[in-house]
């Protein structure tokens, strides 16, 4: 801002933008050793176990996660044990970098078929433009199965393509299916984000407009 240039951040995960303007709590360092240690009990003993020790410690946070939400659930169990306070109290704790800018919020919206059409349009470039030979890529590296880059939309049903699990046309339907329920639990976050002006695409005039007036 010192060089009198506007900064845009451009994206669709709302966590990311939360962090982004309402800052990151500044405790519960990573502890490898303990994390090793709950996901090490969470295969031996099942998640669930986890989830209830989780509930007891924490129950405001545990209730806001998916059941079977592995690595939220370790990573708060991580934090109370190595910090004695529950990752909920430390989110209340949270300082913004940017509490003193003037943050102008704006969202695109499109039409359910348009943005289904534009969802499987993106599914079908993602294979054809690689994305089973990405994955064998990883594979051969080494890297597990298990890890967050087959968490991503596309890569988990590309390694059940290439473990022989189903076809790869159910690996491109199944991607365009959790794509279009991601795009949905998106817009679910985002209209409980206050502040937002909703344009559709081509209000190019309005948005700039908007923009402007916000920058008085």
């Keep these: 801002m010192k060089r009198k240039r506007?900064?845009?951040?451009?994206?669709?995960?709302?966590?990311?933008?939360k962090a982004l303007i309402d800052g990151l709590f500044p405790g519960g360092k990573s502890d490898p050793s303990l994390r090793r240690k709950l996901e090490k009990?969470?295969?031996?003993?099942?998640?669930?176990?986890?989830?209830?020790?989780?509930?007891?410690?924490?129950?405001?946070?545990?209730?806001?996660?998916?059941?079977?939400d592995k690595v939220r659930i370790i990573r708060a169990l991580e934090?109370?044990?190595?910090?004695?306070?529950p990752?909920?109290?430390?989110?209340?704790?949270t300082q913004s970098a940017v509490e003193d800018f003037n943050i102008i919020k704006i969202g695109l919206k499109l039409g359910r078929q348009e943005l289904n059409t534009r969802i499987e349009q993106r599914a079908d470039k993602m294979f054809e433009r690689g994305l089973i030979?990405?994955?064998?890529?990883?594979?051969?590296?080494?890297?597990?199965?298990n890890s967050p880059p087959f968490r991503a939309l596309g890569y988990k049903h590309a390694l059940q393509f290439l473990k022989k699990e189903i076809s790869l046309e159910e690996a491109i339907s199944l991607t365009k299916r959790d794509t279009r329920h991601y795009a949905k639990r998106q817009m679910t976050w985002f209209?409980?984000?206050?502040?937002?002006?909703?344009?559709?695409?081509?209000?190019?005039?309005?948005?700039?407009?908007?923009?402007?007036?916000?920058?008085?």
């Design 41 to 68: 009990e969470a295969r031996e003993k099942g998640l669930e176990r986890l989830r209830e020790k989780l509930m007891k410690v924490d129950p405001v946070y545990c209730q806001k996660i998916h059941s079977n």
């Design 191 to 216: 209209k409980k984000m206050k502040g937002i002006e909703w344009f559709s695409p081509e209000e190019h005039s309005s948005i700039v407009k908007y923009v402007k007036d916000s920058l008085v």
């Design 133 to 145: 030979q990405e994955v064998e890529n990883l594979l051969q590296k080494g890297t597990d199965e």
């Design 87 to 93: 990752i909920s109290a430390h989110f209340s704790d």
């Design 6 to 17: 506007l900064p845009v951040i451009v994206g669709g995960t709302g966590l990311y933008l």
């Design 79 to 85: 934090v109370y044990l190595s910090t004695k306070k």
